[in-house]
């Protein structure tokens, strides 16, 4: 799992400064991609199984509030990456919030995936997004 976070987040470039990449690699970079995944299932499961299937809410169907988790999801992404190096106590650089930008737009990618995987299990969003 390592190689593989390793791999995504550092398409963005290296860890700067480079004394902090160890930290990164072995411990922030995993825990933003299982930290991802799991916000975004959470999320999509939210959204498909507990409003527009469990709740019956059909008013909450439409592509606009599936957007409005779709940007939930982002901004939650954003500030997870921002809460995790600082809890690993990396230093303070710019590459964090280029790292936040980049969990941000995989957590896009992870939510738009994870919909199309259970989007059919929904019964009143199961066009939603399209």
Same mark, same amino acid.
């Given at each position: 799992m390592k190689a593989l976070f390793q791999t995504i987040y550092e398409l963005i470039g290296q860890p700067q400064p480079p004394a902090d990449t160890p930290v990164y690699r072995?411990?922030?970079?995993?825990? @933003?991609?299982?930290?991802?995944?799991?916000l975004s299932l959470a @999320?999509?499961?939210l959204f498909y199984l507990g409003i527009n299937r469990a709740m019956g809410v059909a008013t909450f169907n439409k592509g606009r509030h599936w957007g409005i988790f779709l940007a939930l999801n982002a901004v939650l992404a954003f500030v997870i990456t921002l809460w995790q190096t600082s809890a690993q106590q990396a230093t303070q650089h710019s590459y964090i919030y280029w @790292?936040?930008?980049w969990n941000a737009? @995989? #957590?896009?990618?992870?939510f738009f995936l994870f919909s199309l995987l259970l989007?059919?299990? #929904?019964t009143n969003a199961s066009t939603t997004p399209f």
């Open positions: 072995d411990v922030i970079f995993p825990n @933003l991609g299982l930290l991802n995944w799991g @999320l999509v499961l @790292l936040a930008t737009v @995989l #957590s896009m990618l992870w989007k059919r299990t #929904s």
